[in-house]
């Protein structure tokens, strides 16, 4: 598989790695040659210094033989003219683009896509604030995806006490109280396990759980949270993302919303129908107290400095907020965050590598999250009729050590699998993988070559 990427951001290079790393042919376009050099100096990728939206510069890239094009500068335009000329010039290559303004996305209802050659646009604001609201919904979990159109959550949560502490895998069901419930993953020590029957919870575990959505909150109590409804909310940073958030929440919580531009609360003032538009810096300790930041229940950092997010985070907690979200983009930043106390983040970026990397897997991927940063990935695939997982019980797969079939879903049924469960032709299976093992997964995913 051949992939180009323009754009040698945090994104690009985030998805650069991760495919060289698969042994995926990767080419990488930038106008920066400190961006491109960063990528080359830690990458086995190729690199062409020029701009994307250059087709020239594309046909130099290889643009005929790519199988995936992919626009993630910091320009939706010329995203936009990149994958414009790709479908031009290698009209079987699949177009991805980076795409933030809706006015592109929903002009002449939505089909400026098609216009423009376009075959995904990837919005990863509209994926933190879907993120940030999943985490309002189930407070105190660290991480949380959908997965089988809503009806599976998968959950990060991080005990601290409860009767889940020392019980192994083979009784956690019982302890859980739910039957439907699989412990996926658990990270201990920065280390990521794939459990067995003979693993136990330790206190401080990241435990990764997936079970039926209306189950969540009991799981999570079990596991030793306590379920704190949210209904106030501050929000630091009136950007595009806050804004989106506060339109998003106003309706069925109490919205706070502060920013440090007296234009842009204006602005933010008009465009808002419920929300308390404030002005003021966030990092403004008697602000914060005026406003009874010890009331909030969530106090999101969504400005578009990380240092800034970061700081006001850490005052909200200290101040008696319920819980603090952090806005990051550096995937650097991800541990020293989570170090100083502060472990629900979400990522602009960190979203569009996800809702990216469905499009780079080979087999018919629905969607696709990382976890632990990229050390393992949750694949939501359909088996395809002539795969090598189809017909057989799970048991017999011969699945890699550190890949884990956590759901199967059959017309409207979603089944949690044993060893016996066999997979058949359209069920939609949601696998995890480590890292190290997606292209077996991937090859089992994939049709067999002599079905043509």
């Known amino acids: 598989m051949k992939i180009i990427i323009i754009g040698a951001g945090e994104v690009g290079f985030h998805i650069a790695k991760r495919l060289a790393s698969e042994a995926k042919e990767v080419v990488v376009v930038d106008n920066s040659p400190r961006a491109l050099k960063r990528i080359s100096e830690g990458v086995d990728v190729q690199t062409i210094e020029g701009s994307g939206s250059n087709p020239a510069v594309l046909e130099d890239a290889g643009i005929r033989d790519a199988d995936i094009m992919l626009a993630v500068t910091d320009s939706d335009e010329i995203n936009i003219v990149a994958c414009t000329f790709a479908a031009a010039l290698a009209p079987g290559a699949v177009t991805l683009a980076r795409i933030r303004k809706d ?6 209802e939505g089909r400026a896509l098609e216009m423009l050659g376009i075959a995904k646009a990837i919005n990863p604001d509209v994926e933190v604030v879907r993120t940030i609201e999943r985490l309002i919904d189930i407070p105190g979990a660290e991480e949380i995806s959908d997965f089988a159109g809503g ?3 998968f959950v990060g949560y991080r005990v601290a006490g409860g ?13 859980l109280g739910v039957a439907d419930v699989i412990i996926a993953a658990i990270v201990r020590d920065d280390q990521l396990i794939i459990p067995s029957g003979g693993d136990v919870i330790e206190n401080g575990d990241l435990v990764y759980f997936v079970c039926f959505a209306e189950h969540t909150r009991l799981v999570m109590q079990r596991l030793g949270c306590p379920m704190r409804q949210v209904r106030n909310v501050m929000i630091i940073g009136g950007g595009d993302i806050g804004l989106r958030l506060a339109r998003s929440l106003e309706d069925r919580l109490h919205v706070k919303l502060v920013d440090i531009d007296p234009d842009r609360c204006q602005e933010l003032a008009q465009e808002l129908r419920k929300t308390l538009v404030l002005l003021g810096d966030g990092r403004d300790q008697d602000l914060l107290a005026e406003e009874n930041i010890q009331d909030m229940d969530m106090a999101i950092s969504l400005t578009g400095d990380e240092e800034t997010n970061i700081l006001t985070a850490l005052l909200c907690r200290r101040l ?3 819980k603090a979200v952090t806005r990051i983009n550096k995937f650097a930043y991800f541990n020293l965050v989570r170090a100083v106390g502060i472990e629900q983040i979400v990522s602009p970026r960190l979203a569009a590598v996800n809702s990216i990397l469905q499009y780079m897997r080979k087999g018919k991927v629905l969607s696709a999250t990382t976890i632990k940063g990229d050390e393992a990935e949750a694949l939501e695939a359909v088996a395809l009729a002539h795969s090598d997982i189809v017909g057989k019980a799970i048991r017999d797969l011969n699945l890699p050590r550190g890949a884990l079939i956590l759901s199967i879903q059959r017309g409207d049924e979603v089944l949690f699998p044993t060893g016996d469960s066999v997979i058949m032709p359209d069920d939609r299976i949601l696998i995890l993988s480590t890292r190290r093992n997606i292209p077996r997964v991937e090859k089992s995913l994939t049709v067999k070559l002599e079905f043509f």
């Open 163 to 175: 009767p889940a502490v020392g019980v192994g895998m083979v009784d956690i069901r019982s302890v």
């Open 151 to 153: 009806r599976i959550k």
């Open 320 to 322: 008696g907020a319920g």
């Open 103 to 108: 006015e592109y996305l929903h002009f002449q």
